[in-house]
């Protein structure tokens, strides 16, 4: 790990010193233990805030539109597997330009999910977490304790299919085994598993305590509406309340707007207070775009997403 | 003032009795791990008052400002050309919340204020408010909900209630304060009605009134880091506008409603019409001025149109325009926004940044 | 509401060139089907954002039935085969979240196929009939005011 | 014009004449399978939708008595004293398209036709496959009314054969219809056991066939090497059981559950009569003569021919004749163009910018249609209480001529702004409302119809009370969406009347003369030095027309034409613009040298397509073993002398339906025949032999096939698997083949070897993504329709000619040019085009610019404007909606049917739903 | 308890076409209950929230002055949905109102002052109640001159034209209307309010100015007065913030530490400058 953090500073001062790009997105140490907080470097000498852990959990992607969008030049942007995917939609989809972009890429060794170490050691304030390849060390008040980082990765680290940038102008280790290891179909759409006619509990269960706060929303770099559907009033495709049609609303549609264009990159579950699973749903639409047109998204520039293509005899049993 | 003793193996029990005359919600750990004000009959005994993590993971206040409220009801359908409003009646039944953190009181009785009750927790007291008096919905709600609160003893490393005018064993806005000595609960009754809770509890001794102090000390003592506002006061309205720190959190800010939504004091919300057919009804929804809509008129034009000015406008109304209006700042130090940002944008360091950081120095300057 | 006095209400997006010229031609045959059916008529299968189906759904409709050229004889190219991927979807996802397969249907149905029109339509109603009001087993996702 | 005893103006396609009519007839359009009644309409689809009383049968018109059509129909529209009236029309150019009739094989006692019920004629068994056939498209056969499961189609029956039929000729288009009768036969049956076709060479060599003949193959279906010999009913009268002999000449018999004879086409006998009135002639197959170098002209000056009355074809080249035949009219009547377009007259308009909705809600009872089980009165009472109704009318007949003026004067009386009109179908009576209302001076758009009869009354009719709510519903949906109705306008678009073709060969050249014939200008763009293409190598036409003499003249007309420019040696670099108004840059092959801009308000494209480069047979390594054009060269200019070859040896399909290049090239087997019999006149010792796969010398290039194996030569069938072999050894050239009816293996000394190795298109890849036009996998360009719109792009103001499209003889070549120079002109003769009003637009503050509608655009009418944001062209948008569909922040929309006006119905239709 | 969030039901009396870009309707409401009729107290630049219920609320200036009598006067400009729905009731229809709310001009505090009143577009409509309100009889008496200074686009533009000619003809009002573009049959001035305010130099001395209009008027008639020597607390404007509950609470139209719909939405300029330009 602190090989990543050495080279991402090197990398982004070198950049900003050679004008390879006029600013840096990365992380900085977050205020609190087992967090970071997105950054954006312009000076080669603050390159040394720039940081790296597995607590780096939002996606830059969805930031860096707004920065594109509000001065020329080249960013900088620090990026693992899944955001360097995202950077390739984004290229895709006409918000971002590749000539605009210096990627700093991290082989990505799996995110961690701060609520999995915190209910190891439940009622105890953790101070601080370090971490190495293999394990998180949690300082709390008065004692040390060892996680390994195999238990402590976030649901969508374990079934990465992409932990190596798909794009980088540099890179700031050793390339790491590409996969996560676990295979995402197996568990991508678990209340396939339920009877019909206990899916929708499921759901309902599941999205109880959603307060539409909308941080999936905000976090997720595909989401850059300049007026998301669910915010529409004329006309109005779901209702402002917190109603579970309202809610179950919002999260379908959002979700089906998602579909071929997300990448799995969690920073929605991550980000979300009420720590609902909010995967469940785009989860399952990537496993059927999978399966029923072949397509992982983000792979490599130049693809177009599932949603703008057809091919005549895509499958269509379900149509009489 | 009075003072009693709970033993903790006679919690289940009590809060059972208690359970016969109202509804008792209790904190509790749900299957996705968050702790919750729940009922206390869907709780799994044995109770336990405190949260892991030190609150709850939502403040109470949804208790008296739920997500979603009707307001009114009406059918068109009724009477030539007739429009039938019905105003909605609060639901009557009286709750008590059990393990209200000070913090969330607190920050109740800030809303108080705004909302137009009697801040001095008196039920009886009168209601000041606009030309049409107190908001009849969170009145009602708030009558109907009695506060125990449990002191804390191990405030968190985002905790800063002291800061803000409170602290982990403060009572304002509480009816009863309980605080956790171990083997024991001391109860401290604050209210006529927080009274009536205790009535079959054995009074306490003063050994366990000392006990209580020194863990207030204790606590208190826990909370470091405390840091100076009193520029903030100083400064005009114009000068903390324009500060460099608003650009610095809009270039992160994800202007999503996480930190407003978790808040124990964030207030805002939008009335909303909702019809099918003919009918429909009024209600209010927790908005957030995080979002561009929340401002937005229907012309287009938003006197808030960039996220530099709405994530601004949060801060300066908790800790300016409310304390120019009430007197005092509208957050209690309960550090859930800490946690729940998801860019990690820390409120301690954005109000030190207020009190502190020096104006924008004009283009060109040195 | 009883089962035998459950009239559906169920939503049909028919596409103007041949799902609604087929209705129109099972009108001149006198094809019976049942009158659960409230038609709206659209110009594409490919104007039929997936936000609509949810919508009526939403609305409370016990059914949705969608209807548009067969492959290839789209009137406008290739509308209906750039949306099948938005249906496909759309339908496994709301079948995974609970919502029956008998809600939804979709059909390829030319103008000429006014008797594929009639018997599909029955076939529409039988199954949402078969499965009762969607204020029973769907009345979460049902939008209450 | 014989009489119809209805009239048109009067009838609204009620049904109530046929529904009382008496007398029952065998229904023609069902090929006699299904009844009638004495009134009828022709079909379902009919257009104008009308009923008519056929004179033969109507009990009133043959006896005197009846008359209840009359006393039913509600409009007095059925007219039975109606007379036959002549007419003289006066007229500049002649289109005669009399059509073909399909063989009749009933006098063929050994097909069974009449001995077997199980034995039924293509056109019967497609009528037994339609939804809207005697069966409603459940497969019965006819004598149990059991679903086959076993089912045969026997070819040729009435083609290739002068014995049995007198129709030497291929029909063409029979072995497709099998293939296509085969697979269809699948989705109607679940459990299909068996489908054979008996045939003898499949032919399947148009567009995108070859793909579905493997389709077939790929399914099972059975293509047997025979003509069966007899066709007799099975076992207990039912099923056929068929007796043929195998390509092993050993004789079988199979039995199938129903049989189907693929019929030819052939000319009816009244077209000697026709020919005769008309005075064109006929050739000796009985169709109308015409020339490869004027497909479309008859004998005679100003009449002109299309279609299967000059002999049999299929769909997508009669539709290309049509316009063709339409394009050389034009060139005739150029003079006399725009003399009969009526003059429109400038209406007053009604300002509705502003105003709050007012409704006008006229429900219609069409006499008994609706009101027989739709409760009109509680319809229109239901109706008078929407937001927004401000007058509710019921009308007896909403499409009478006095009711549109009621409408007009209730606009006027009540203020109304917006129309819904609760009556039949949109599809058939939207016009005429739109008129009515903006005659009154309402826009047009401001008219939205519930459809209570088609979908309510007559469908419902045995739950009146539903079929009520249903009109009741319909008509809340509609009012909600007219009352979110805005006024839009049609653009209209000045048209540069001028024409660019691309591609200046035999098609390009040939679509520009036809255009400058028309008196508009035409730009010629091509890449090679000089003109002519393909052409240039060819020798002769199917019919022996001399193509160098053909092609000199061409050259010498475009040259002294002077509304056609030529550039050559250049190609199209940038096209900017649309429809009516394209700007198009042409540069130097290679890009140097001075650019030029052409404005132009269509385009041809003509680019052609090259014989395909063998790589193997020895091609390259023994100057013999040559290519069609090679052969054609080297006769032209005498380095091959059919005197000097003893022993030709032609091998089919070179690189053709193979993997690499899936499709049949239609034209190397005809070309191959007319290669060989030129040797063969030449020098009749000459041995020859041609290895085929199937030979596909379709239509009257049969004749050829037929001469050449009088004449002696050799055919030899291969398949894929067991390709011939060739070895090239010094001077010699062997080829070796395994015979796949005797299992030898022959081997063939040649002396040539002709290669018939396809066509390739040029690469139109750049050309097709400047002028936003498709391109299939194997490079041809996509028209709009294969059949329906054969010369169209999806993109309007875009045409394509000749081999671009796919590989075709030079007679379907000029036709085809001819038919884009027809569309081509018939956009450039309008001044200006008027754009439909129901297109997409982007609100511009919606749109985050990230490409989706770009993509999703099946016409390439979104671009990315300022800020990136999307644009849509007016004049390129057809109003599908897609965009609005596929755009996730509701960026696009479509006029008509908004995101708002679609989500208003839904909600209009549940609002009292729980 | 008064439910500060019930509307009270009020019929619709008369609605009136104001100007020719058929944006702008003047509608005429009773409260149906004439105790609510009584109690509905208020002063000119006050609002009020116009209530259909099932399509919302908007918050809407009173345009009539309580010496009118007890109809109320509403002049709506066509923006969204509450005002669309508005503009297509037909008199006779029941609709709800919420108010009075916020504070008006505190016409009380300035009397014996002279009042310049200036008004752009169909801002103008508070000021309308002003103007009635102080042309009453009852009133006239306690203030000075009287100084009403109104521009449009076009003549077509002009609200209440009747009422603007009775102004017009009465000696004690000094009535500038103008027009920034003339219209065939104008008589009147033309030009842009700044130049008008410019012509007529209002004084400052004991008076004050009620300003109203398009953020460019304001803009641009400011420095104007600036220059005629009025301070900024002389100078009266009012805001349209988004204006939801309009008792304070639900913290839409919070500004600064003001709640628009409780503490305005009238505010002296001087109040304003203090503040972030967020209205």
């Excluded at chain 4, 007398?23 to 399978?33: C, I, Q, S, T, Y």
């Excluded at chain 4, 005809?670 to 020098?683: D, F, G, M, R």
């Excluded at chain 5, 003809?169 to 027009?179: T, Y």
């Amino acid at each position: 790990m602190q090989t990543r953090i050495v080279n991402i500073r090197a990398a982004a001062k070198a950049a900003l010193e050679e004008g390879l790009c006029r600013v840096v997105a990365g992380y900085a140490p977050g205020a609190i233990a087992m967090r970071a907080r997105p950054v954006f470097i312009d000076k080669p000498e603050d390159a040394g805030k720039l940081t790296w852990s597995s607590f780096c959990v939002g996606n830059l992607a969805g930031l860096l539109t707004q920065a594109a969008k509000q001065a020329s030049g080249r960013i900088g942007v620090v990026a693992q597997g899944c955001v360097s995917r995202n950077l390739v939609g984004l290229i895709g989809e006409g918000r971002l330009a590749r000539e605009d972009l210096y990627v700093i890429g991290v082989p990505c060794l799996g995110m961690a999910e701060r609520r999995k170490i915190e209910a190891r050691y439940p009622g105890r304030a953790i101070i601080a977490v370090e971490e190495s390849e293999e394990v998180f060390v949690v300082r709390g008040k008065r004692r040390e304790e060892r996680m390994l980082r195999r238990d402590a990765l976030r649901d969508n680290c374990y079934t990465c299919v992409q932990r190596n940038p798909v794009i980088y102008d540099a890179l700031v280790a050793e390339p790491v085994p590409d996969t996560g290891g676990g295979d995402i179909d197996k568990v991508a759409a678990p209340w396939e598993k339920h009877p019909p006619g206990e899916r929708l509990a499921a759901f309902q269960a599941a999205y109880a305590n959603c307060t539409r706060c909308h941080a999936c929303r905000d976090v997720c770099p595909l989401c850059y509406c300049s007026t998301c559907f669910v915010d529409e009033s004329t006309p109005q495709w779901a209702g402002k309340t917190g109603d579970f049609a309202d809610v179950a609303t919002y999260h379908l549609l959002r979700a089906l707007h998602c579909a071929g264009r997300c990448t799995d990159c969690g920073a929605c579950e991550s980000a979300c207070p009420q720590n609902i699973k909010v995967r469940r749903l785009t989860s399952k639409l990537e496993k059927d775009v999978r399966a029923l047109y072949g397509c992982q998204a983000g792979m490599a520039l130049g693809e177009s997403p599932p949603l703008t293509v057809f091919r005549p005899d895509d499958p269509q049993d379900f149509i009489k | 003032m009075q003072s009693y003793l709970l033993a903790k193996d006679r919690l289940d029990g009590f809060v059972s009795r208690l359970a016969d005359r109202l509804t008792v919600y209790v904190p509790a750990k749900g299957a996705d791990g968050l702790w919750s004000f729940v009922a206390s009959g869907s709780a799994q005994p044995p109770l336990a008052l405190t949260p892991e993590g030190g609150n709850t993971n939502m403040p109470p206040k949804s208790f008296v400002f739920p997500r979603t409220e009707v307001l009114m009801r009406f059918d068109n359908r009724a009477g030539e050309g007739g429009m039938i409003l019905r105003e909605e009646p609060v639901p009557a039944g009286r709750a008590v919340l059990l393990g209200v953190r000070p913090c969330d009181a607190k920050a109740l009785a800030v809303l108080d204020g705004i909302f137009g009750r009697r801040a001095s927790g008196d039920a009886s007291g009168e209601v000041s408010g606009g030309a049409f008096g107190a908001d009849p919905y969170w009145a009602a709600r708030r009558e109907a909900t009695i506060l125990c609160g449990l002191a804390c003893n191990y405030p968190c490393p985002t905790c800063f209630c002291d800061q803000m005018g409170c602290g982990p064993h403060h009572r304002e806005g509480l009816d009863a304060l309980w605080t956790d000595l171990g083997e024991s609960y001391l109860v401290t009754i604050l209210t006529e009605r927080g009274r009536e809770l205790a009535s079959d509890l054995a009074p306490a001794a003063q050994a366990d009134l000392n006990r209580a102090e020194s863990l207030k000390a204790e606590a208190a003592s826990l909370l470091t880091g405390k840091f100076p506002m009193d520029k903030i006061a100083q400064r005009g309205v114009l000068e903390l506008c324009e500060l460099p720190l608003w650009a610095e959190l809009a270039a992160t800010c994800l202007n999503c409603g996480a930190c407003t939504h978790v808040c124990p004091t964030c207030h805002c919300f939008d009335i909303q019409d909702e019809v099918k057919g003919e009918r429909g009804r009024r209600l209010r929804n927790w908005d957030t001025c995080m979002s561009g809509l929340f401002t937005r008129h229907a012309s287009g034009h938003n006197p808030r149109g960039d996220k530099l000015a709405r994530v601004r406008q949060r801060f300066m109304h908790k800790f300016k325009y409310i304390p120019v209006k009430r007197g005092e700042a509208g957050c209690v130090g309960c550090g859930r926004c800490i946690k729940a940002c998801p860019v990690n944008i820390d409120v301690r360091e954005v109000v030190r940044a207020m009190n502190e950081q020096a104006p924008q120095t004009p283009e060109g300057a040195a | 509401m009883t089962r035998e006095a459950f009239s559906p209400r169920i939503a049909a997006f028919l596409c103007s060139w041949c799902s609604y010229g087929a209705a129109d031609m099972a009108g001149v045959g006198r094809m019976g089907y049942p009158a659960d059916f409230r038609v709206v008529r659209i110009p594409c299968t490919g104007r039929l954002s997936p936000k609509f189906i949810l919508s009526a759904l939403r609305q409370g409709a016990d059914g949705v039935w969608v209807s548009g050229c067969h492959p290839g004889d789209c009137h406008f190219i290739s509308g209906n085969l750039m949306v099948r991927r938005h249906f496909t979807l759309l339908k496994n996802l709301l079948e995974y979240v609970g919502v029956e397969p008998g809600r939804l249907h979709f059909s390829w149905i030319s103008s000429a196929e006014a008797d594929k029109f009639a018997r599909v339509a029955a076939d529409v109603a039988a199954a949402v009939r078969a499965l009762g009001p969607a204020s029973g087993a769907l009345g979460a996702l049902i939008k209450a005011v | 014009m014989a009489p119809r005893y209805v009239d048109l103006d009067k009838c609204i396609a009620c049904g109530e004449c046929a529904a009382k009519c008496p007398k029952r007839v065998p229904d023609p359009f069902n090929a006699g399978l299904a009844n009638r009644k004495a009134a009828y309409i022709l079909y379902g689809q009919t257009v104008p939708l009308k009923y008519a009383i056929d004179p033969e049968h109507c009990i009133y018109l043959a006896k005197g008595k009846c008359r209840a059509c009359e006393k039913v129909c509600p409009t007095g529209a059925v007219n039975l004293d109606q007379t036959g009236v002549h007419r003289l029309l006066q007229v500049g150019a002649i289109v005669l398209a009399a059509g073909f009739k399909t063989f009749d094989p009933s006098h063929l006692d050994y097909l069974g036709l009449r001995r077997a019920p199980d034995v039924v004629t293509s056109l019967e068994y497609e009528r037994l496959l339609s939804s809207s056939g005697p069966n409603r498209g459940h497969l019965k056969r006819p004598s149990d009314g059991a679903e086959p499961k076993k089912v045969a189609w026997i070819q040729c029956v009435g083609s290739r054969s002068l014995n049995k039929c007198d129709n030497a000729y291929c029909s063409g288009v029979c072995c497709m219809a099998a293939v296509k009768q085969a697979l269809m036969t699948a989705e109607h049956v679940k459990d299909v056991a068996d489908r054979a076709i008996y045939c003898m060479d499949m032919r399947t060599h148009g567009k995108n066939f070859e793909s579905y003949y493997e389709k077939a193959q790929a399914q099972g279906v059975r293509f047997l090497r025979s003509r069966p010999h007899t066709l007799g009913p099975g076992p207990q009268g039912k099923g056929v059981r068929i007796r043929y002999a195998s390509e092993a000449r050993r004789e079988l018999i199979l039995d199938f559950d129903l049989a189907v004879l693929s019929v030819g086409l052939e000319a009816p006998r009244h077209f000697a009569r026709l020919a005769e009135t008309t005075g064109i002639a006929v050739n000796d197959l009985r169709f109308a003569a015409a020339q490869d170098l004027t497909p479309v002209a008859s004998s005679r000056p100003g009449i002109y021919v299309c279609g299967c009355f000059t002999g049999p074809k299929d769909i997508p080249q009669s539709v290309v004749e049509a316009s063709a035949a339409a394009c050389a009219a034009a060139g005739q009547l150029v003079l006399a163009r725009g003399a009969f377009v009526p003059e429109t007259a400038i209406r007053p308009v009604i300002d509705v910018a502003g105003e709050p909705p007012r409704l006008g809600v006229f429900v219609c009872s069409c006499g008994a249609n609706i009101a027989g089980v739709v409760d009109v009165d509680r319809v229109a009472g239901e109706a008078a209480k929407l937001p927004g109704v401000a007058h509710v009318e019921n009308a007896l007949f909403a499409c009478s001529q006095d009711f549109q003026e009621r409408i007009a004067l209730a606009v006027r009386e009540h203020g109304l702004n917006r129309v819904v009109v609760a009556a039949c179908t949109p599809r058939t009576h939207e016009p005429l409302f739109q008129e009515t209302i903006a005659g009154a001076g309402l826009n047009k758009y401001l008219f939205e119809m519930a459809n209570i009869r088609n979908q309510a009354s007559w469908v419902h009719a045995a739950d009146p009370a539903a079929a009520t709510d249903r009109a009741v519903d319909q008509v809340r949906m509609a009012a909600a969406k007219a009352a979110r109705l805005r006024p839009l306008s049609e653009p209209k678009l000045s048209v540069i009347p001028r024409a660019l073709v691309v591609g200046g060969g035999l098609a390009g050249m040939t679509a520009a003369l036809e255009l400058a014939k028309q008196d508009f200008t035409v730009h010629i763009v091509e890449r090679q030095a000089e003109l002519g293409g393909n052409a240039r190598s060819l020798r002769a036409t199917l019919g022996g027309q001399d193509v160098a003499m053909h092609l000199a003249r061409l050259r010498r007309r475009v040259e002294e034409e002077g509304r056609i420019t030529v550039h050559l040696g250049k190609v199209v670099a940038q096209v900017e613009g649309y429809v009516g108004r394209f700007a198009t840059t042409l540069t130097a092959v290679g890009g140097h040298g001075e650019s030029e801009v052409v404005e132009h308000g269509a385009a041809i494209l003509a680019v052609g397509g090259q014989e395909a480069k063998p790589n193997d047979y020895g091609h390259g390594k023994h100057h013999r073993v040559m290519t069609h054009l090679e052969i054609d060269r080297a006769l032209r200019f005498g380095s091959l002398d059919p005197y000097d070859v003893g022993s030709a040896v032609f091998i089919q399909c070179v690189g053709s339906r193979e993997p690499k290049r899936p499709y049949c090239s239609r034209l190397c087997c005809t070309h191959t025949l007319k290669t060989v019999l030129y040797l063969k006149e030449k020098n009749p010792d000459l041995r020859a032999y041609v290895l085929y796969r199937d030979m596909r010398p379709y239509g009257e290039r049969e004749l050829l096939y037929q001469k050449a194996r009088e004449l002696g030569v050799i055919f030899i069938r291969f398949e894929l698997e067991t390709k011939p072999w060739v070895v090239v050894g010094g001077d010699d050239i062997t080829v070796y083949v395994k015979d796949h009816i005797l299992g030898d293996l022959l081997e063939l000394p040649a002396d040539i070897l002709g290669l018939a190795t396809g066509i390739e298109p040029s690469d139109a890849a750049d050309l097709a993504r400047m002028f936003k036009v498709p391109l299939d996998a194997d490079g041809w360009l996509v028209e709009a329709h294969a059949k329906l719109r054969p010369v169209d792009f999806a993109t309007d103001g875009v045409f394509m000619a000749g081999m671009a499209h796919y590989p075709k003889p030079i007679e379907e070549a000029v036709a085809q040019a001819q038919a884009a120079a027809g569309r081509a002109g018939a956009l450039l003769a309008r001044e200006e085009i008027t754009l439909p009003g129901l297109i997409s637009r982007i609100d511009a503050a919606l749109c985050s610019g990230c490409g989706v509608c770009l993509a999703v655009c099946p016409y390439g009418a979104i671009s990315r404007g300022e800020a990136n944001l999307a644009e849509v062209n007016e004049a390129l948008c057809k109003g599908c909606g897609l965009c609005a569909a596929c755009c996730r922040s509701g960026a696009p929309s479509l006029a008509g049917f908004t995101d708002a006006d679609i989500l208003a119905q839904v909600d209009a239709m549940l609002e009292d739903h729980s | 308890m008064n439910n500060p969030y019930l509307p009270y039901p009020a019929r619709l009396t008369g609605v009136r076409e104001e100007t020719e870009d058929k944006s702008i309707r003047t509608f005429r409401l009773e409260l149906l209950d004439p105790g609510q009729a009584g109690a509905f107290a208020y002063v000119p630049g006050q609002f009020a929230e116009l209530s259909l219920a099932g399509v919302g609320e908007a918050p809407i200036g009173i345009a009539s002055s309580p010496t009118e009598g007890q109809e109320l006067l509403f002049s709506v400009f066509r923006t969204g949905k509450v005002t669309e729905a508005l503009h297509a009731l037909a008199p006779g229809a029941v609709m709800g109102v919420r108010g009075p709310l916020g504070k008006g001009f505190p016409l009380g505090d300035l009397k014996g002052e002279n009042l310049v009143i200036i008004a752009g577009g169909f801002a103008v409509t508070t000021l309308r109640s002003a103007m009635v309100w102080l042309l009453d009889p009852a009133n006239r008496g306690d203030f000075g001159e009287i100084t009403f200074i109104y521009g449009a686009r076009t003549p077509g533009m002009l609200l209440y034209r009747e009422q603007l000619a009775t102004w017009a003809a009465r000696a004690d009002v000094a009535c500038h209307v103008a027009v920034d573009r003339p219209a065939p049959g104008w008589d009147g001035q033309v030009g842009f309010v700044p130049q008008i305010v410019a012509e007529a130099a209002p004084r400052p001395e004991n008076a004050a100015a009620l300003v109203c209009g398009p953020p460019a008027m304001i803009k641009y008639t400011q420095p104007v007065l600036s220059e005629l020597g009025w301070q900024d607390g002389q100078i009266f404007l009012s805001l349209e913030n988004r204006m939801k509950c309009g008792i304070g609470v639900c913290g839409r139209c919070n500004v600064g530490p003001y709640y628009v719909c409780k503490d305005g939405p009238v505010f002296t300029k001087a109040e304003l400058d203090l503040l972030p330009k967020e209205y």
